[in-house]
């Protein structure tokens, strides 16, 4: 079963417009992680924030995390074109000495020119 | 360095059959996890290997088996292939001692 939902499932937006993405879980995690596929393959890392974090950046990406409400958002600034793909959130990583992530069902980015 | 590689990256087989698919992970990671990816299902965890040995299994019926070699290249082979298991396959490396993965392109099972 998945640990993280996503909302929205789909998102389009125009060139230029932010975007903002919301994943929640249900269990205390470590840590939450943002990945971004496109079109159906491999999954690129964008960002790490851990549990003792409130808000991350990375370029053009900002991720925040709230624990007591056990939900994460990514938002993404001045998107462009190339920001087309889906986005997963993924909890779990290195857990009792053995990885495994946990995925979301992802949110379906379009940006439009 | 080079990224994670997966071959084949096409494969189409039929019900009954079986498959071997391969993965390199970035030199020096020794971590080699495996994930299903459907649109039903989403991405789910098959298993993960550090250092030859399996540390990590997911909720997959005994048919998906996986093993890691000394160099850290990893296989995963699905036995008595059925029409469900038409899926993209990803792997993914890390050092093993990080949280975060690095995915390779997939292969794609088509199962007919």
């Known amino acids: 079963s998945q640990q993280g939902e996503e909302d929205p499932q789909a998102l389009s937006i125009q060139e230029g417009e932010n975007a903002t993405m919301n994943c929640s879980y249900k269990t205390s995690i470590n840590n939450l992680q943002w990945y971004r596929q496109n079109s159906g393959r491999g999954l690129v890392h964008l960002i790490l924030?851990?549990?003792?974090?409130r808000e991350k950046h990375s370029g053009r990406l900002r991720v925040t995390l709230d624990t007591s409400k056990k939900s994460s958002s990514l938002l993404i600034t001045a998107s462009r074109a190339a920001d087309t793909a889906s986005y997963f959130c993924a909890t779990g990583g290195l857990i009792q000495g053995a990885q495994k992530l946990v995925f979301g069902q992802g949110t379906r980015l379009t940006i439009n020119p | 360095k080079a990224g994670v590689t997966q071959t084949p990256r096409y494969l189409i087989k039929t019900r009954g059959q079986q498959v071997t698919l391969s993965c390199s992970p970035i030199?020096?990671?020794?971590?080699v996890s495996w994930y299903q990816q459907t649109p039903g299902q989403g991405l789910q965890f098959l298993f993960e290997y550090f250092s030859e040995t399996q540390r990590n299994k997911g909720n997959f019926p005994g048919r998906f088996s996986g093993r890691q070699f000394s160099n850290s290249r990893s296989e995963m082979n699905v036995s008595t292939l059925e029409l469900g298991d038409s899926a993209l396959y990803l792997c993914a490396s890390s050092s093993g001692l990080q949280e975060t993965q690095y995915f390779g392109p997939g292969t794609r099972l088509l199962v007919l």
């Open positions: 030199s020096g990671h020794r971590s």
């Open positions: 924030i851990r549990s003792n974090e």
